[in-house]
T-cell receptor, first 109, second 112 residues
Framework: GQSLEQPSEVTAVEGAIVQINCTYQ??????LSWYQQHDGGAPTFLSY????GLEETGRFSSFLSRSDSYGYLLLQELQMKDSASYFC??????????FGQGTTLQVKP | ETGVTQTPRHLVMGMTNKKSLKCEQH?????MYWYKQSAKKPLELMFV???????ENNSVPSRFSPECPNSSHLFLHLHTLQPEDSALYLC???????????FGPGTRLTVL
């Protein structure tokens, strides 16, 4: 089967750096995605890694190691507006995205 | 605005009612999805349509009935729902089934 694991909650202060890890088990692998969801809102796409390495988009970076079935989302210079839930998602042989349970990030002043 | 719209945004219905949720995407995508999101749970995929054909029914009870008349519109018909069906129902679309998904704002459903 397919499964993803990520921490349920992370807390950090404004200006800090936080890393949200995701490990996955999947039959086949097309890529690892990250989505952000604010309370009461819809998930929005943040990043996608199909190959090993680091992808950087502004304050957010995402990393993938296919050999370790592991990835992470790195958020730098944290702002209060970054408080949200972050989901990793994997597309495998089933041809559909499977989402992790989500990590709630709380940014404190 | 993600290019995916959903109506209604909020819906309260009794267990004997019949209602429909509507989703429309203006992105020219080929795949559309229904997800259920309950409190403290991950997104649960319900249905996938690819080129208007249903390719996935994730063991969803028959009281939920999807319809995809064309590649831009997706409906979820609801009848004789249970209180545990109360949740946020999200529609999404993507260019292909493994690509980035664009989500609508969701319909907050409450079943009394």
């Amino acid at each position: 089967g397919q499964s993803l694991e990520q921490p349920s909650e992370v807390t950090a202060v404004e200006g800090a750096i936080v890393q949200i890890n995701c490990t996955y088990q999947t039959s086949g692998f097309y890529g690892l995605s990250w989505y952000q969801q604010h309370d009461g809102g819809a998930p929005t796409f943040l990043s996608y890694n199909a190959l090993d390495g680091l992808e950087e988009t502004g304050r957010f970076s995402s990393f993938l190691s296919r050999s370790d079935s592991y990835g992470y989302l790195l958020l730098q210079e944290l702002q209060m507006k970054d408080s949200a839930s972050y989901f990793c998602a994997v597309a495998g042989n089933t041809g559909k995205l499977i989402f992790g349970q989500g990590t709630t990030l709380q940014v404190k002043p | 605005e993600t290019g995916v719209t959903q109506t209604p945004r909020h819906l309260v219905m009794g267990m004997t009612n019949k209602k429909s949720l509507k989703c429309e995407q203006h992105l020219g995508h080929n795949a559309m999805y229904w997800y259920k999101q309950s409190a403290k749970k991950p997104l649960e995929l319900m249905f996938v349509y690819n080129f208007k054909e249903q390719t996935e029914n994730n063991s969803v009870p028959s009281r939920f009935s999807p319809e995809c008349p064309n590649s831009s519109h997706l409906f979820l018909h609801l009848h004789t729902l249970q209180p545990e069906d109360s949740a946020l129902y999200l529609c999404a679309s993507s260019q292909d089934v493994t690509g980035e998904q664009f989500f609508g704002p969701g319909t907050r459903l409450t079943v009394l």
